[in-house]
């Protein structure tokens, strides 16, 4: 099976930095793109940011967030990070990993799901 555990979510002011960890562990997820997402109360899951399964690959990242996000990947492990900067109220969200087989914003391209880190910023 494969687990994807978030990890770096907290309380910040706007303006702040957070940075989030996402690792996998019980199995490798050799070619699969990776992404972010996030979900506020009673809104939709929303992409954030994906990252491709090759070394050099694609990036991608919602129009809200490009400019202050950044996504990154450990090739040598199953681990991604998203680095969030000048963070704003608007970010507040619960922020989840995926894996998938496409680098997508579609949640529905992604088969593996971490259980999601709280990430607030208060203005």
């Known amino acids: 099976q494969v687990q994807l555990v978030e990890s770096g979510g907290g309380l910040t002011q706007a303006g702040g930095s957070l940075r989030l960890s996402c690792e996998a562990s019980?199995?490798?997820?050799?070619?699969?793109?990776m992404a972010w997402f996030r979900q506020a109360p009673g809104k939709e899951r929303e992409f954030v940011a994906a990252i491709s399964s090759w070394l050099g690959g694609d990036t991608s990242y919602a129009d809200s967030v490009k400019g202050r996000f950044t996504i990154s990947r450990d090739y040598a492990k199953t681990a991604i990070y998203l680095q969030m900067n000048r963070l704003k109220p608007e970010d507040t969200a619960v922020y989840y990993c995926?894996?998938?087989?496409?680098?997508?914003?579609?949640?529905?391209?992604?088969?593996?799901w971490g259980q999601g880190t709280q990430v607030t910023v208060s203005s």
């Open positions: 995926g894996a998938g087989r496409k680098l997508s914003p579609d949640p529905r391209q992604y088969d593996f």
């Open positions: 019980g199995s490798t997820l050799s070619g699969y793109f």
